[in-house]
């Protein structure tokens, strides 16, 4: 019988920082290489997507992902075999994503906006993370992210978020913070949680992979 794997879940909102304090993460387990599970290689195409009152495209709602899908995969791997994913870049059309094969390890990482809302891939977590920044510094990242990568105007960027982002936020992405086993404080305190946390995750790895 396989070794059920230790799985750790990052949940924010859009700019907290999920993204690259997975990748500081991944980087900190010594000899172990974590299996990545990005939830937003998840998105339905855009045809699929909900369209607001004044039919703007509303990614920021749990619906806009293939949620069997994801929960589907990530059992998957879960239980030891690799699963194939198509890689999400923004705008790509559906044929243009890279086939990506994620192989099973003994800790996996799952990153996503609606890992706490989604109660299937909530219930396969060993430890879970909660990024906390505040709004501005979130608006800050997003706007220059969107400007820069996705060609975005700041007026479409300010509606996103008054309109999409926020409303996500507040509804489903918040309401679940205190459920997390470690709230990140991603400011000036990031450097200080981020060995908190790794102590923290080093000492509960280390007990799970050896029972």
């Known amino acids: 019988m396989k070794k059920k794997p230790f799985v750790v879940g990052i949940c924010g909102g859009s700019g ?26 998840y998105y339905h195409p855009l045809d699929m997507q909900s369209i607001d009152p004044n039919g703007k495209v509303n990614f920021d709602l749990p619906t806009a ?31 243009k994503n890279v086939l990506l094969t994620i192989q099973p390890s003994e800790v996996i990482i799952v990153e996503g906006l609606f890992l706490f809302h989604y109660e299937k891939v909530f219930e396969k977590l060993d430890f879970s993370i909660f990024v906390d920044v505040d709004h501005q510094t979130q608006l800050d990242r997003r706007i220059y992210r969107d400007q820069e990568t996705r060609g975005y105007k700041r007026s479409e960027i300010l509606y996103q978020w008054d309109h999409h982002v926020l409303p996500c936020y507040q509804d489903f992405i918040e309401p679940y913070k205190e459920q997390a086993h470690f709230i990140f404080r991603n400011d000036h305190r990031a450097d200080a949680d981020f060995v908190r946390l790794f102590d923290a995750l080093s000492g509960l790895t280390k007990m799970e992979l050896q029972t």
Do not use: C, W
């Open 16 to 41: 907290s920082g999920k993204t690259t304090l997975l990748r500081r993460l991944s980087e900190s387990f010594g000899g172990i290489t974590p299996s990545v599970f990005s939830m937003d290689n």
């Open 65 to 95: 992902l293939d949620q069997h899908k994801l929960e589907e995969d990530l059992h998957t791997l879960v239980t030891g075999n690799p699963i194939e994913v198509k890689e999400y870049f923004f705008n790509a059309p559906p044929n």
